[in-house]
């Protein structure tokens, strides 16, 4: 998010067909997979698959994060997609601006 690109976390348990919809509506160049998953996901649409062997959650500091500069405030930070159960998943594109607020507030 820091140098201005935007991710859209997914399940690895949905269907196929559920996930292959949402690639293409995303229309990434890039997809971030575990290993242990990557035979779940129709990656046919990614451009670039990198697959990971070792997740880790590195402490952050909020000190420092709150001194970085918010890249495009208003900006797309992330995409989450919605359930579906009226049709197609739907997305809903989050802001830097509102994603920072997000993370003031705790």
Known sequence: MYIGGVYCPLNPTLPPGRLNTILEQMQGQYVLVHEKTLDQFPIATVQHVIVLNNIFSPSLDI????????????????????????????????????????????
Do not use: N, Q, W
């Open 63 to 106: 000190e420092v994060m709150s001194d970085l500069p918010i890249s495009r405030e208003y900006g797309a930070a992330f995409i989450i997609f919605t359930s579906g159960t009226t049709g197609l998943p739907k997305a809903v594109v989050h802001t830097h601006r509102s994603f920072s607020a997000s993370i003031s507030a705790l």
